[in-house]
């Protein structure tokens, strides 16, 4: 079936160690992002990519870094710079273009930091 | 830049009844979209409705229905016949153009929605 996979669902990590979360789509799309939530803040945006070796900084993109090498996979790295990691991160995709506008949604990462 | 505003963090209604859920958007722009996502318990992020600014008759998803008002930057979801599968985190969304380099939702802070028997 089409969709998108994101691994692990559940991750910890001791403070100062840097952490790659794993976002895989086959659904053909050109676009990925990624998304922070966290408890009474909605959904913010870290980066994202319209098409592969392109991406863009989104609205708290400090501590976080990507790439995107190949179309199915947009994988986010926490690093230790990110004063504040702990939250569910959720990775999307979409079709490109002005009129797309639907993400199609995984079922997330919960990062702990200890 | 565009802020999406969800007034009601949370809000609870009885079975087979209506409720509605507020957002406000605020933007300079005159084209875009709004959406309305909804995240049960599971976390899953499934999109509910989508409206388009250019278009004035409001859209409609089975028991899903928004109230959209251009001028006054207003973006209400209706829920009809409520059902206990509702419960959920509702989130509004505005997509906002990214210039070139392409486009991005937007989302409010969310407002959870208990339907209770």
């Known amino acids: 079936d089409g969709g998108i996979t994101q691994s692990p669902k559940y991750l910890f990590r001791k403070e100062g160690q840097n952490v790659t979360l794993s976002c895989e789509q086959n659904?053909?799309?050109?676009?990925m992002y990624w998304y922070r939530q966290d408890p009474g803040q909605g959904l913010r945006l870290i980066y994202y990519?319209?098409?592969?070796?392109?991406?863009q900084k989104g609205d708290i993109a400090e501590g976080y870094s990507v790439s995107r090498e190949k179309k199915e996979s947009f994988p986010l790295t926490v690093t230790s710079a990110q004063k504040n990691p702990t939250a569910f991160y959720l990775c999307a995709s979409s079709p490109r273009g002005f009129f797309s506008g639907e993400l199609f949604f995984g079922e997330g990462s919960r990062l702990t930091v200890l | 830049a565009q802020t999406v505003t969800q007034s009601q963090p949370e809000m609870s209604v009885q079975e087979a009844e209506t409720v509605t859920l507020s957002c406000t958007y605020d933007?300079?722009?005159?084209?875009?979209?709004l959406f309305w996502y909804k995240q049960p318990p599971s976390r899953q992020m499934i999109l509910v409705i989508r409206q388009e600014a250019y278009k004035q008759q409001n859209a409609t998803e089975n028991r899903f229905s928004v109230n959209f008002q251009k001028a006054a930057k207003s973006f209400s979801l209706k829920i009809s016949d409520s059902q206990l599968g509702d419960t959920a985190m509702y989130f509004c969304?505005?997509?906002?153009?990214?210039?070139?380099?392409?486009?991005?939702?937007?989302f409010g802070k969310g407002t959870s929605l208990l339907v209770t028997p």
């Open positions: 990519s319209q098409i592969v070796n392109d991406f």
């Open positions: 969304a505005f997509m906002k153009s990214s210039g070139n380099s392409g486009y991005a939702l937007n």
């Open positions: 933007t300079s722009e005159s084209n875009y979209y």
């Open positions: 659904l053909n799309h050109d676009a």
